[in-house]
């Protein structure tokens, strides 16, 4: 009897849901001027929007990257967090809104906070007009 594992017809691992991990986990720039540029997602959380020293110091500083002027994405726009193994995203009031796979990040309820998605391989991220791609890098 072999040790080998069982291969064949459904026991490929579905696309999207393979277990994302810190140090292979990117951010990956989807359209404009830079896109293909990646971002390590290694840190426990990491906070996305505009630097505006000294107020605003943001992990992921999306300045460079807008797409037009006025910047359309807010100084903390978002924040990714790795939550028992799984990363998520939460919008942090931006004003342009934070989309994921189409679906704008919204509040629960009236004066309540924005809920968090957990994302995936291959998760589409709006800020704003800037999309970006939640890639893998082995």
Not at 8 to 13: A, K, S
Not at 128 to 134: H, Q, R, S, T
Request: neutral net charge.
């Amino acid at each position: 009897m072999s040790n080998n594992p069982p291969q064949g017809f459904g026991l490929d691992p579905i696309p999207g849901l393979s277990r994302l991990s810190p140090d292979s986990t990117y951010l990956t720039i989807r359209n404009g001027k830079k896109a293909g540029q990646s971002f390590s997602l290694s840190k426990i959380r990491i906070l996305i929007g505009r630097s505006d020293p000294p107020e605003v110091n943001v992990d992921i500083d999306l300045t460079e990257y807008e797409l037009g002027d006025p910047p359309m994405s807010s100084r903390r726009h978002a924040e990714l967090q790795w939550v028992n193994g799984q990363l998520q995203i939460v919008d942090l009031a931006s004003r342009n809104g934070t989309f994921v796979d189409g679906q704008r990040l919204t509040a629960i309820g009236n004066n309540q906070p924005i809920q968090a998605v957990t994302l995936k391989i291959g998760s589409i991220i709006k800020f704003a007009n800037l999309e970006m791609e939640i890639t893998r890098h082995v």
